[in-house]
């Protein structure tokens, strides 16, 4: 048995909306591809049949993943999780050191990783290298497009 997925709050909602919205929105948009499809008579060669019957499989592997995901998942309480180092669910407030650009993170699972909100992943070369380090210390990430030298300014749940 596995230890099960840790999930912050908001991404765990996110999930069970997901979920939601596949068993329900999506099945019934599918249910009447299908429907659409068989009024056009053969289906041995209905290309839109084939492609609503694909679209069905898809969808109910998804809500499969999303199923097993949620009976496994952890919430992380913020309150029990020390404020004083880099764990899941911190937010980061960083100094590029050669930039002085200010960068902010949020330190999180890969199943809530979204970069383009500033979400990143505790598997990724930067979420490795952040997690466990302390307000200010300078980390130095090694990347494909070389080294990232960040000094942590601020912690915050």
Do not use: C, W
């Amino acid at each position: 048995m596995s230890e099960g997925i840790f999930l912050t709050r908001a991404g765990y909602e996110k999930l069970r909306e997901e979920l939601k919205k596949l068993r329900g929105l999506k099945r019934r948009e599918i249910a009447d591809a299908l429907e659409k499809a068989r009024q056009l008579g053969d289906l041995s060669e209905n290309a839109e049949y084939d492609s609503a019957k694909q679209s069905q499989d898809i969808n109910e592997r998804k809500i499969n993943e999303l199923e097993k995901k949620l009976s496994q998942a952890r919430i992380l309480d913020n309150e029990n999780i020390s404020s004083d180092k880099a764990y899941v669910g911190a937010k980061l407030k960083l100094a590029d050191m050669e930039s002085e650009e200010e960068i902010h993170y949020m330190l999180v699972t890969e199943d809530e990783a979204d970069f383009s909100q500033g979400r990143i992943s505790i598997s990724s070369p930067v979420g490795k290298a952040l997690l466990g380090k302390k307000k200010g210390e300078i980390v130095n990430i090694k990347i494909p497009a070389g080294i990232l030298k960040y000094k942590i300014m601020e912690i915050s749940r």
